[in-house]
């Protein structure tokens, strides 16, 4: 049998390989009842949910934004798949891999409310969105909008763009705390010009939480003819939203933070218009036409795409609307806990429709460095300075493992510091 025919009968067979990305039936003890208004605050539901994860007793953890720990269910069901890749090697990589990854493919547009076509999964954010940046048709003199609060792995293409096709950066400041919307969206429009092509947005700033009004923006961006690239690293399984509604044409995100991935996973949105245009970052077999014409980078961990379908029934078991809520009323209970107390500074707004989980908080006269150094040594809290673009605090990610006691410690901490 020649070769070609023989591994097509086979990857239609199987062989037996057991299907890797299966359902899991997450053990929570509890089940969530009433409103997400009401589930927020049942202590009883979220102490069973922190009991599906393994917490490290040396320190509470409040850095959650850079990467999400895996409940245990996840975890160990991640590792079976990686045993049983690993012990199908390349049988698998040469007649599953393909399919599989096409399926992961589909699960995620369906979790993020888009189109098969559109969407595809990457390693991360800073991968997804420097594809957009590097691989745009930039001519010399083509102008790009983006905010200093910005994260700085997509600055960096877009100073090397600037460096390589003549692209004229322009740079923008948002306030930590914006009096509107109509504030942010003219912060925006007063920096298009006729030769602006390109605005990235964070859909949540992450150095402060700042949820961004995308769909607004987008809209107003558009009537100048001008495209939107949106950084969603934040926003995906932390707040809800539909990604075909915001309206923008290019989005990226990673999804080992608010949805419990394993590390080394991301998602890129292209609007079907401009798949076309946009060179890959890594050249793919002309006969390769669409969205996946940009989603070839080499042999990879394909283990890790698999334990996508865990993620989501985790996420799904607790409840989208659960989580959000949860996580905003953390939020909001320990910086209500700090509004009026001396030398305690808040970089970040408060209400619901303008952060969810994150939140920056500074101490007058501390450097953020020696401040996250105290709260981990003398409190044992670890969290992550930032000290730049108008914030100068520790940013503060708790998760829905995290308890009012740990926060109660928290803000007494910062009470002691600021005093």
């Given at each position: 049998m020649q070769k070609r025919t023989f591994l097509k009968s086979i990857t239609l067979g199987g062989l037996g390989l057991p299907q890797l990305a299966k359902s899991m039936n997450t053990k929570l003890a509890l089940k969530p009842i009433g409103t997400a208004s009401t589930i927020a605050k049942d202590e009883h539901f979220w102490k069973s949910v922190r009991g599906l994860y393994k917490i490290k007793p040396d320190y509470i953890n409040l850095e959650s934004g850079y990467y999400n720990m895996l409940p245990e269910e996840t975890l160990n069901h991640y590792l079976s798949i990686i045993k049983e890749v690993?012990?199908?090697?390349?049988?698998?990589?040469?007649?599953?891999?393909?399919?599989?990854?096409?399926?992961?493919?589909?699960?995620?547009?369906?979790?993020?409310?888009?189109?098969?076509?559109?969407?595809?999964?990457?390693?991360?954010?800073?991968?997804?969105?420097?594809?957009?940046?590097?691989?745009?048709?930039?001519?010399?003199?083509?102008?790009?909008?983006?905010?200093?609060?910005?994260?700085?792995?997509?600055?960096?293409?877009?100073?090397?763009?600037?460096?390589?096709?003549?692209?004229?950066?322009?740079?923008?400041?948002?306030?930590?705390?914006?009096?509107?919307?109509?504030?942010?969206?003219?912060?925006?429009?007063?920096?298009?010009?006729?030769?602006?092509?390109?605005?990235?947005?964070?859909?949540?700033?992450?150095?402060?939480?700042?949820?961004?009004?995308?769909?607004?923006?987008?809209?107003?961006?558009?009537?100048?003819?001008?495209?939107?690239?949106?950084?969603?690293?934040?926003?995906?399984?932390?707040?809800?939203?539909?990604?075909?509604?915001?309206?923008?044409?290019?989005?990226?995100?990673?999804?080992?933070?608010?949805?419990?991935?394993?590390l080394g996973v991301g998602v890129l949105y292209v609007k079907k218009e401009h798949q076309s245009k946009i060179w890959p970052l890594i050249a793919e077999n002309e006969t390769v036409q669409g969205i996946n014409r940009l989603n070839h980078f080499g042999t990879n961990p394909v283990h890790t795409y698999l334990a996508l379908q865990f993620a989501i029934d985790f996420h799904n078991k607790i409840g989208p609307a659960n989580k959000e809520e949860r996580l905003r009323y953390l939020q909001q209970y320990w910086t209500s806990k700090l509004t009026t107390t001396p030398n305690i500074i808040l970089n970040t707004p408060t209400d619901a429709q303008r952060s969810c989980a994150i939140a920056n908080v500074g101490i007058k006269g501390l450097k953020p460095a020696d401040m996250a150094e105290t709260l981990l040594k003398k409190y044992n809290i670890y969290t992550v300075a930032i000290d730049g673009a108008g914030v100068h605090g520790c940013r503060i990610t708790p998760n829905v493992f995290t308890s009012l006691e740990e926060l109660d410690k928290f803000v007494n901490a910062l009470k002691e510091m600021a005093a």
């Amino acid at each position: 049998m020649q070769k070609r025919t023989f591994l097509k009968s086979i990857t239609l067979g199987g062989l037996g390989l057991p299907q890797l990305a299966k359902s899991m039936n997450t053990k929570l003890a509890l089940k969530p009842i009433g409103t997400a208004s009401t589930i927020a605050k049942d202590e009883h539901f979220w102490k069973s949910v922190r009991g599906l994860y393994k917490i490290k007793p040396d320190y509470i953890n409040l850095e959650s934004g850079y990467y999400n720990m895996l409940p245990e269910e996840t975890l160990n069901h991640y590792l079976s798949i990686i045993k049983e890749v690993n012990y199908h090697a390349s049988f698998y990589m040469r007649t599953r891999q393909f399919k599989e990854r096409a399926a992961q493919n589909k699960l995620i547009a369906q979790f993020l409310g888009g189109s098969e076509d559109e969407i595809v999964l990457t390693r991360n954010t800073t991968e997804s969105l420097d594809i957009i940046i590097s691989g745009y048709p930039w001519k010399s003199g083509d102008e790009a909008i983006f905010a200093q609060q910005d994260y700085g792995a997509m600055i960096d293409m877009f100073k090397q763009v600037a460096k390589r096709h003549g692209v004229i950066n322009k740079m923008v400041s948002v306030p930590n705390i914006p009096k509107s919307d109509e504030e942010i969206i003219s912060i925006y429009e007063k920096a298009i010009t006729k030769n602006t092509k390109l605005i990235m947005l964070c859909h949540i700033i992450n150095i402060t939480g700042q949820i961004l009004p995308i769909k607004k923006i987008c809209e107003m961006a558009h009537k100048y003819g001008v495209e939107v690239m949106v950084d969603g690293a934040h926003a995906v399984a932390q707040i809800q939203f539909n990604i075909t509604e915001l309206g923008c044409d290019y989005y990226g995100a990673s999804l080992h933070k608010w949805l419990a991935m394993p590390l080394g996973v991301g998602v890129l949105y292209v609007k079907k218009e401009h798949q076309s245009k946009i060179w890959p970052l890594i050249a793919e077999n002309e006969t390769v036409q669409g969205i996946n014409r940009l989603n070839h980078f080499g042999t990879n961990p394909v283990h890790t795409y698999l334990a996508l379908q865990f993620a989501i029934d985790f996420h799904n078991k607790i409840g989208p609307a659960n989580k959000e809520e949860r996580l905003r009323y953390l939020q909001q209970y320990w910086t209500s806990k700090l509004t009026t107390t001396p030398n305690i500074i808040l970089n970040t707004p408060t209400d619901a429709q303008r952060s969810c989980a994150i939140a920056n908080v500074g101490i007058k006269g501390l450097k953020p460095a020696d401040m996250a150094e105290t709260l981990l040594k003398k409190y044992n809290i670890y969290t992550v300075a930032i000290d730049g673009a108008g914030v100068h605090g520790c940013r503060i990610t708790p998760n829905v493992f995290t308890s009012l006691e740990e926060l109660d410690k928290f803000v007494n901490a910062l009470k002691e510091m600021a005093a």
